[in-house]
């Protein structure tokens, strides 16, 4: 038989984005785990379980480790790429907007190839140059 994986959770993507995001931003500052951990007050033990995705900060942690190191918490969390002009949608867009976002966040490289693609279809069709906003 065949097993099939488990979709993510939200708390499984969580930790993945920090695991990634957390190391890569740190690496790009050229600080080390003790370091960051003494910027924000926190033991370095701790902060390389959270690199390692052993633990997950608490919103006011992420915060604090954001402020340290001078990006934003979308940034650690993975969700946006540091220096990103408009990572997400704001929150008056429709909801709808909101929930493409968010999914377009954890699509996979062909799906996003595959709407890119679309997307530029429409803009042919509609006469309008590729990566125009209306």
Request: glycine residues 6%; without cysteine; positive net charge.
């Amino acid at each position: 038989m065949r097993k099939t994986k488990k979709p993510l959770t939200t708390t499984d993507r969580i930790r993945q984005g920090l695991m990634r995001s957390v190391a890569e931003t740190r690496r790009a500052l050229n600080l080390t785990q003790e370091d960051v951990a003494d910027r924000v007050g926190f033991s370095t033990e701790f902060y390389s379980r959270i690199e390692r995705g052993r633990a997950i900060p608490s919103v006011q942690t992420l915060v604090k480790m954001s402020d340290a190191l001078g990006v934003t918490p979308d940034v650690l969390l993975g969700f946006q790429q540091a220096g990103d002009p408009n990572p997400s949608a704001a929150p008056d867009d429709p909801a709808d907007v909101r929930r493409t976002i968010r999914r377009l966040r954890v699509a996979s490289p062909s799906t996003l190839r595959f709407v890119n693609a679309l997307l530029n279809e429409l803009d042919r069709i509609e006469g309008r140059p590729e990566d125009s906003v209306p």
